[in-house]
């Protein structure tokens, strides 16, 4: 059995999206636990004509609310009846609970995941790794987008090693190749860190480090890993998600401006919808936290019901392929490194 | 009279591209001279059956040629007759000559610039700022974009400056709104660096700062200036681009896979086209590099000749304006800051 905690009153759309996932997860894998956090007879209300195996359900009933704007220091001091921060507690203290997964604010998840939850053995700084989706079909997964603004080449190499057995484990890719973000592709490119952590990730065994990649290159297909640090590695990501939502956006006002181009867009009603789900980023799951002693998932505050359950997916199978042994096993090879 | 040279030989196109952008812009511009920097003959037999002001355009023989693999140092030390290094002697001893234009290799020419013309008075450090489009149909210029990988909060603030005067004379934007480009919106996100720059912006009566921006609202239209370091700011303009190509190569494949998907496209072809146009930064001119004492504009490698037009406009504009002798006059005010 694999028992993961899942935060229910995170995201914009409320219980009900977490609930529904909670409901689609429990058919989907038969060795799946939840406890579902959040205020209990709301959660009970939701699940009503539902049809589901209630063994495997239990309720962490958490009263408290978690306001949009709040800090998340304040989160963790005052809020420690909110479904967010008692999952955290449950997930630290329940050595049955394997996985979190919260759909709620990053910012007060990861400062109590980072405070509240151990480290793997060796990791010096857990980090955050979205997916983003490739123009071949396949994934890339970016460590660090924003955990950590400051790091060391030691840490990047850590995030390398991570985000490459993730991507392996979870996402089946072989010999993942890992790419360093920089500002030229040569080795000598980019400040000291880069060029320090361009030496370090060659000389790292366990990895299939293919070298420096240009940020224009994230969606070629070329790199299953992008290695950065967590302010340019957020900045990556978010660029790539807000300029394919604007484009869509302008492609959807343009064709509206004309009668031909709706008729013609009429014809092309399927492929516009693929192009938006394709660049939905709900279809490919949340961000996992890497490097942390217990599996945690952060979904999109937008997240619904589907993207929930690829959320307890992710951490499912996080947990199944015994992610976080396997991080240990190599990471403690190189343990000599400014521990 | 504004006199311009322009290195001929740099960019994909050759100086095919050179030459006619030059013709067009000679008769576009009334008071421009030209210089043109590369191998005469060849420039001569290109200029032939042409239709130009002759009295207005010079040569500069450089005959020797720069490779693609070649480091900018290298460049700059055996390259001393190629037509990038003869244009910024040139451009360096020559008081009558004001700017110069090159789509030739970056970081050679950021090297040449920065080592061969001064600063501006009061300048630590030369910036980057590149033009990207809209999507209200206005422009953001992104300072810096690549020239200093790594900076402090007064560079921030002097690139603040900078690209805040440039888009007000260059581009005739009012009181440009001045964002800082980082992980979210609160002034206290991001690391030191960006905290400490974003009170000194906001000290900073010369510039209309108007807070955090998160890398997913560049296209949004509500800023007309980002300010960044180096990398940060390479990897924002660099996946904007990147991002927007690979999704029309994307939809252009897409539209190929069907056949009432080609008729949907064929009614539509107009606006694709438009799409296309309106992402391709050639239609935007080059990246400026802001405060070194003479104008230099950097076109991108595959600028054809409209491209390299824009970037003669560019310079042309920027000379015309004085932009250099009004960024003095503020950063003077500030220069009991680390110089």
């Given at each position: ?9 995170g ?5 009900e999206?977490?609930v ?12 799946l636990?939840?406890v579902l ?12 004509g539902k ?9 962490l ?9 709040e800090?998340p220091t304040?989160?963790i001091?005052?809020k ?9 507690r ?13 759909t ?11 405070t509240?939850?151990g480290?793997l053995?060796?990791?010096i ?6 997916i983003?989706p ?7 997964g970016?460590?660090d987008s924003g955990a950590?603004?400051?790091?060391t ?19 089946g ?11 030229g592709?040569e080795?000598?490119k980019?400040?000291?860190?880069r ?13 299939n ?5 240009e940020?224009?290159?994230?969606l ?9 640090d ?16 604007e484009l869509?956006k ?6 509206y ?5 709706k ?16 660049m ?19 979904g ?28 240990e096993?190599?990471i ?8």
């Amino acid at each position: 059995m694999i028992k993961i905690v899942l935060d229910c009153f995170g995201g914009d759309h409320g219980p009900e999206a977490n609930v529904e996932a909670a409901v689609a997860a429990l058919s989907l894998f038969p060795d799946l636990q939840l406890v579902l956090s959040g205020d209990e007879p709301v959660l009970r209300k939701l699940l009503e004509g539902k049809e589901y195996d209630g063994g495997r359900l239990e309720f962490l009933h958490a009263p408290q609310v978690i306001g949009c704007d709040e800090r998340p220091t304040d989160v963790i001091r005052l809020k420690r009846d909110s479904s967010m921060i008692k999952a955290i507690r449950l997930l630290r203290d329940d050595d049955s609970v394997a996985a979190m997964v919260s759909t709620g604010s990053t910012g007060a998840l990861v400062a109590a995941a980072l405070t509240r939850i151990g480290r793997l053995q060796g990791i010096i700084r857990p980090a955050f790794c979205p997916i983003l989706p490739t123009m071949n079909g396949g994934l890339v997964g970016i460590c660090d987008s924003g955990a950590n603004v400051e790091v060391t080449p030691e840490h990047l190499r850590q995030f390398a090693v991570m985000a490459s057995l993730y991507m392996e484990n979870v996402y089946g890719v072989q010999k993942p190749r890992v790419a360093l973000l920089n500002v030229g592709k040569e080795a000598e490119k980019g400040d000291e860190l880069r060029q320090t952590a361009y030496k370090l990730l060659s000389e790292t065994a366990e990895i299939n480090f293919v070298g420096n990649m240009e940020s224009r290159d994230l969606l070629s297909g070329n790199y299953d890993v992008v290695v950065a640090d967590g302010f340019s590695g957020n900045v990556l990501v978010k660029t790539t998600e807000g300029t394919a939502l604007e484009l869509l956006k302008k492609l959807k006002k343009d064709i509206y401006s004309k009668f031909i181009y709706k008729i013609g867009a009429a014809l092309m009603a399927k492929m516009f919808r693929d192009e938006k789900d394709f660049m939905n980023y709900q279809n490919y799951g949340g961000s996992v936290l890497l490097g942390t002693s217990k599996v945690v998932v952060k979904g999109h505050g937008s997240s619904k019901s589907t993207a929930v359950l690829k959320c307890i997916e992710q951490a499912y199978k996080m947990q199944l392929s015994d992610l976080g042994g396997k991080i240990e096993e190599v990471i403690c090879r190189y343990d000599h490194y400014e521990l």
